[in-house]
């Protein structure tokens, strides 16, 4: 019976090996960063109780409820336990679980699979990586934790082989003071529509202000005016207080932004601009002050692929507060597009550097020498898996982007010699001491800019 | 309403910072080795169609049925998804919807959790830590790759900073060949019975192959003769010849043995000790061959915490067969128990080396200068959170085990000095220059030996 392999599920994406091994050295190099500036690494279990990941409010998540196969027919429905649809609400529960553990700030990163039950559409996947760094206090955060987050990730950021990324900031004090100094009736309801701004045009915007917010004409006019404010200095301050609006909160929320604008300020020249941008408002009422969002070039449909900011009760026991900020990379919607589009690609589809030949199924002890050699000094080695004719054996390591093929020494007089099967070039060599060049000892990330628009 | 933080979930091991920092150290070092033998990775979803993994007809495993929240009420129940046990079901799977895109012997290496709703107990876990290798070819695998594998594990097993490890090898050909040879009436309740003698004395087992596998006494004790049989080099192939039995099978598992057991001789020695352990039968079915198990030094009740072998057809498409053999280490059953047991730890509970600190929060900046510079050369360094005094600042580090504080120059012509606050030296020192020593440059892992028995 001829039957069909298995074919993908939607929404789940996963990668072949070159791929993977790009997207693990790019996880490697978000590590560095993160921990040379202190974060210290956890994880949490996949599952949370049902109540805590619906306990925000924001149940509008497509959450996967998980139970025992024996349980799904007896439908038990009371110990619901349901996978972690972000990193967030993990996080906040592993602080309280074990607050008298940790010192405070406690800085720590978080790279892990989250799993969502969404339609699947461009940048929106039912499983995907996300790699979160943020900062928690007990009691008071200090403000400079904003500034230090914003840094941090615009420098891992930087270091990622991806077309340019736009760092957006935004502070919700501001937009909120702003509203209120114009007077506004449903702030609430104005932020919601100023979120839209990069889905539908400045019209609609308007119109949505006048009709779902109870904005008059002018107020709408001044909300598009300073919602369309975006600057990559602290000039958006003067532009903001030529509009003549007045308030406390507005007053705070443009000190905020202008610190942190000032604290990213070549940060990562190039590579991520980084800007004030006053539509940014982050449809979640936990943000309080700092807000971040960001795009990718020649990507901005995928929408923000790296958000944020700081809430002043990441958690509560009902003693104590945890305030915190942070900021989430999508790994997954960043990196998934590239692979698919080819942007991103690995220069080989194995670790190996060197496939040691073998002249006869007797030698492979010798060839199995050769390849501990090599190793020993680092070198990713496999030997052939049958000592068919060498060309047959150099095609086997061609196939897999292998750049080196060795042919140990047959008789105790004779050379090693070690073959570059892409020149063709064969040298004698010393497995005790040949080195290959840098640039082929491990997999390299091949990063093709895209078409010039 | 004062209301406590919430209770830990059996099962689900979760590691505070520290502890994190080893485990992660770990398999850094796992997947360093088994790039090194040229495996690649992957990472398959975490979701495998119920079908597919009950469809083994092993359906003892406690699966964990998972479907969007919206649909659990509606016990629609045919879409099923469940979590995956193992790596071994998705990487068949894996295999078989890329096999036109994998070059083959395809050899990989793979590092996730695994579910499974089986009740918790010592070295079982609810969710857990496997890493995975495994070869897999179209057609026809080479007997030498059961040596490959088996070396490569016992290298990785050899770098862990763990009690002593025992790899205990045999090969099911040999139990299957001697049990044909006496003339054993049900071969399969025999190597089950055989399967339990970790378990029950050896008297019980006899009773068991005379009650359950049908064997008579003198056919029962010639079982208990060979699966006693245990020996770190190839005198097994004597002492079983020496029992009289006579079977090509038995002498095909002899031979395969006795070339496995050659070629880990002297590959990790000291740390990690192979053995020819013939009582070793592993229950799952579909091994055909070779067979791995290894036991923790003073942890053996944790059951074999890496196991694996040869499978002849670890896939089928109907058309094509996918034979395979691998080894699979419990990351978890291996390390969770030893961090409760104190055994192993991190020298610190963050990444950092240096706190920079602060003489007041106007200097902030100047600080931060110098953190750059540090971590520019690859030193993890944080910057004090508050202006407390200098006091509270260097126990806010010790607290956190970070072994230095530096202080800011305050002047133009003033030093910077770095105070090891373990010892109390404090010296002058530059940015851009100095170097902690390598020890203190990342957390260590604190390896304490068991309490002599």
Same mark, same amino acid.
């Given at each position: 019976m001829a039957t069909h392999g298995p074919a993908p599920l939607s929404g789940f994406p996963e990668l072949l090996p070159g791929d993977r091994m790009v997207e693990a050295q790019i996880i490697d190099g978000l590590r560095r960063t993160f921990e040379l500036h202190g974060f210290a690494p956890i994880e949490t279990r996949a599952m949370e109780p049902v109540e805590r990941l619906t306990g925000g409010g924001d149940v509008d998540k497509e959450i996967y409820a998980v139970r025992r196969l024996a349980e799904v027919e007896s439908l038990e429905s009371d110990a619901g336990l349901g996978l972690h649809f972000d990193l967030t609400v993990p996080f906040a529960r592993y602080v309280l679980e074990n607050a008298g553990k940790l010192e405070f700030p406690f800085r720590r990163y978080q790279i892990q699979k989250c799993w969502r039950g969404e339609r699947p559409q461009a940048g929106r996947y039912r499983e995907f990586t996300q790699a979160d760094i943020d900062i928690v206090a007990r009691g008071d955060l200090p403000f400079h934790h904003d500034v230090e987050v914003a840094s941090v990730m615009a420098q891992a950021l930087a270091a990622l082989p991806v077309p340019a990324l736009r760092l957006q900031i935004n502070n919700r004090k501001l937009l909120q003071g702003f509203l209120q100094g114009i007077g506004a009736p449903d702030i609430a309801a104005a932020m919601r529509v100023i979120d839209k701004m990069d889905k539908v045009s400045a019209n609609v915007v308007g119109e949505l202000l006048r009709?779902?917010?109870?904005?008059s004409d002018k107020q709408a006019r001044s909300c598009l005016e300073v919602a369309g404010i975006r600057t990559t200095d602290t000039s958006f301050v003067a532009q903001v207080r030529g509009l003549g609006v007045h308030d406390d909160l507005l007053d705070e929320g443009l000190a905020e932004l202008a610190v942190v604008m000032e604290g990213c300020a *070549?940060?990562?020249?190039?590579?991520v601009g980084v800007e004030a941008d006053l539509r940014i408002a982050r449809g979640l009422d936990y943000y309080t002050g700092t807000v971040f969002e960001t795009r990718l070039s020649g990507y901005?449909?995928? *929408?923000?692929i790296c958000s944020g900011g700081r809430y002043d009760s990441l958690a509560s026991d009902g003693r104590t507060t945890y305030p915190g900020v942070g900021i989430s990379l999508g790994v997954s919607r960043l990196l998934v597009p590239l692979f698919a589009d080819g942007i991103l690609a690995a220069s080989?589809?194995?670790?190996?550097?060197v496939l040691v030949a073998m002249a006869d199924e007797q030698s492979r002890h010798t060839s199995a020498v050769v390849a501990q050699a090599l190793r020993a000094r680092g070198i990713s080695t496999e030997i052939a898996a049958s000592a068919d004719k060498y060309g047959k054996q150099i095609r086997s390591a061609q196939r897999r982007g292998i750049p080196y093929v060795w042919f140990p020494a047959t008789a105790p007089e004779a050379a090693h010699e070690v073959k570059d099967i892409r020149s063709g070039d064969q040298v004698a060599a010393d497995p005790n001491t040949w080195l290959p060049p840098e640039v082929d000892l491990t997999p390299q990330i091949i990063s093709t800019p895209q078409p010039a628009e």
């Open positions: 009709t779902d917010a109870g904005l *070549g940060v990562a020249p190039g590579r901005e449909s995928l *929408g923000s080989r589809s194995v670790p190996s550097a």
